[in-house]
């Protein structure tokens, strides 16, 4: 669970997400549209913010897609990534 934790922290630090804290993000709290509301051009940002802090590099958007659910299942990609 300390990927969440970290991950609640980097989304709203680098993803500009203001008037959000940390303790209102779950891991079922989804990524884009109604959820954090970010959207195609923040997927990119994304893309670099998990390389940055988890040294996980997304190449495919098809292979991150499954990922960019919520905050949990893209924890979940990068433990899994980060364990390989």
């Known amino acids: 669970m300390a990927t969440v934790a970290k991950?609640?922290?980097?989304?709203?630090?680098?993803?500009n997400l203001e008037d959000i804290a940390p303790e209102e993000l779950n891991a079922d709290t989804v990524l884009f549209g109604e959820g954090l509301g970010l959207d195609s051009l923040d997927a990119v940002e994304l893309v670099v913010v998990i390389q940055k802090h988890f040294g996980v590099e997304i190449k495919d958007m098809e292979e991150g897609r499954?990922?960019?659910?919520?905050?949990?299942?893209?924890a979940a990609y990068i433990d899994e990534k980060t364990a390989a």
């Open 66 to 74: 499954p990922a960019f659910q919520t905050i949990g299942t893209l």
């Open 7 to 15: 991950l609640k922290s980097i989304l709203i630090e680098d993803m």
